[in-house]
């Protein structure tokens, strides 16, 4: 990693040092995926980075994923993006947030996390890297992929999820779950959830399902159900609020804009010099406090560009991504302040309430 504090430009190595024994190589990792019986079955509905590495650890126990996705695969996908920009449109369906891969397909790939007391992050980096990654996400502290290289990734993990046996269904939107009760089977979001400790445990067994393309409506059922439909599905969270609002809580939140500058200028600044040719395009993380409440960068971009990511036709949204050289003049990231449950105003509070779920007042 580089560390340009202090006015003076380090590079920090990490050394994995085998005294007596054979050096362990840096690469690609043998994966104990199995093909899978179809005996177990779980629906997956997203096909994000939850949903993909959910169906890799079920296909490690021969379980068979079957993934529900309402968007289209990345080869629509980017034409419905270009449409976005050209003519305006936004295909509520098929944008940057909905599709094959999920949100992650079209943006860069920045696979570093703080989060690190859970879960094995260098497995993480291994398939990515066993499907197309470069090599070197192996080692940086920071690790990258690119948003021109992810596409061709996601869709080689597609391609072995189906190859052992698992189903990905595109342009399948679920629209309703199918819960059980005392072995009845029947559609839930016309009939208000009573939670009490008399009520029957209702259990999801199924979805059904319209393809976006057609109108068609079709059930699917498996032995359990895997939620993967990121933060931009509102419809099931509306669908959620209405068979188990209790499953729903509210929490903080941030919000903000995304500014960017000359990539020159944060190079300059960071790097103290104005020849940093050979230390790449400079990231930058900054943080404080105002009022006492956390305002603070994220998803910074260095030599990125700014995209519009808005899933809806009244919405403007906008995320920042670079490129696996990040190479163009711009260098761009997000400025957030936090938002807490206090801050919502009572309308939108009270709107949720008649809907039975206050935590969606947000």
Not at 163 to 186: P, Y
Not at 326 to 348: G, L, T
């Amino acid at each position: 990693s580089i560390d340009a504090r202090h006015g003076k430009v380090k590079f920090h190595l990490r050394y994995k040092v085998f005294i007596g024994e054979n050096p362990q190589e840096v690469g690609i990792k043998s994966f104990q995926w199995k093909k899978t019986d179809g005996k177990k079955t779980v629906l997956i509905i997203g096909s994000g980075p939850a949903g993909l590495f959910g169906a890799l650890k079920l296909l490690e126990n021969g379980i068979k994923p079957i993934i529900l996705e309402r968007g289209a695969q990345t080869s629509q996908r980017k034409i419905d993006i270009a449409k976005i920009s050209t003519k305006k449109i936004v295909n509520e369906d098929s944008n940057y947030c909905f599709g094959e891969g999920g949100a992650g397909t079209f943006s860069d790939g920045k696979l570093f996390t703080r989060s690190n007391k859970r879960g094995n992050i260098y497995e993480v980096l291994q398939i990515f890297h066993y499907f197309g990654a470069d090599q070197k996400i192996l080692t940086d502290a920071h690790p990258h992929i690119g948003t021109n290289k992810l596409p061709k990734i996601i869709n080689n993990m597609c391609e072995k999820i189906i190859s052992l046996g698992g189903e990905i269904h595109f342009n399948t939107k679920v629209i309703d779950f199918i819960l059980s009760n005392d072995n009845k089977a029947f559609s839930n979001t016309n009939e208000p959830f009573q939670n009490s400790p008399n009520s029957p445990r209702k259990k999801i067994i199924g979805t059904i399902t319209k393809n976006v393309l057609t109108g068609e409506k079709k059930n699917f059922y498996a032995d359990s159900v895997l939620l993967a439909t990121g933060h931009s599905a509102t419809d099931i969270y509306n669908i959620l609020a209405k068979i188990a609002p209790e499953s729903l809580e509210a929490k903080t939140f941030a919000v903000g804009v995304r500014v960017e500058h000359p990539r020159s200028l944060i190079d300059k600044i960071q790097y103290h010099s104005n020849n940093s040719e050979n230390l790449g395009a400079a990231e930058y993380r900054l943080t404080t406090q105002v009022e006492e409440r956390g305002v603070y960068s994220f998803c910074m971009c260095p030599g990125g560009f700014v995209v519009p990511s808005s899933s809806g036709q009244n919405e403007i949204v906008v995320n920042g991504m670079s490129s696996a050289q990040r190479n163009s003049q711009w260098s761009n990231a997000a400025i957030v302040v936090e938002i807490r449950p206090e801050d919502i105003p009572q309308e939108f509070i009270t709107q949720a309430e008649k809907i039975g779920c206050k935590a969606l007042a947000g």
